[in-house]
Nanobody, 127 residues
Framework: VQLQASGGGSVQVGDSLRISCAES????????MGWFRQAPGKEREPVSC????????KYAESVKGRFTISSDNTKNTVYLQMNTLKPEDTAVYYC?????????????????????WGKGTLVTVSS
């Protein structure tokens, strides 16, 4: 399984950005795909997750109402639309996928329920 994240960049406070994660190497859509981020000097944290079977979603409190995760199963691609960006959103964003649903996406003890991780894409928000 390969995951390719793209769409990161440098934006200003209040701007919007959409990042994408394309999955390849599987014959069926994995159940859960999540976005995680790691800011400089901080631990990786969960951002959002989507169950690609039923479309249910989960969000970290810090991004609720600003970020939207979506999935295009025909393209095996998951998107993260990020609006009203803040400096604290600056981080490397990673996508990951697993055979389980998003039940453990916020639990690092279970590796967030993810089996495969892609390389990250950098998002920088400047004031």
């Amino acid at each position: 399984v390969q995951l390719q994240a793209s769409g990161g960049g440098s934006v200003q406070v209040g701007d919007s950005l959409r990042i994408s994660c394309a999955e390849s190497g599987r014959t069926f859509s994995s159940y859960g795909m999540g976005w995680f981020r790691q800011a400089p000097g901080k631990e990786r944290e969960p951002v959002s997750c989507i169950n690609r079977e039923d479309g249910s979603t989960k969000y970290a409190e810090s991004v609720k109402g600003r970020f939207t995760i979506s999935s295009d199963n025909t393209k095996n691609t998951v998107y993260l639309q990020m609006n009203t960006l803040k400096p604290e959103d600056t981080a490397v964003y990673y996508c990951a996928t697993g055979d389980s649903s998003c039940s453990y996406y916020d639990n690092s003890l279970y590796n967030y329920g993810m089996d495969y991780w892609g390389k990250g894409t950098l998002v920088t928000v400047s004031s």
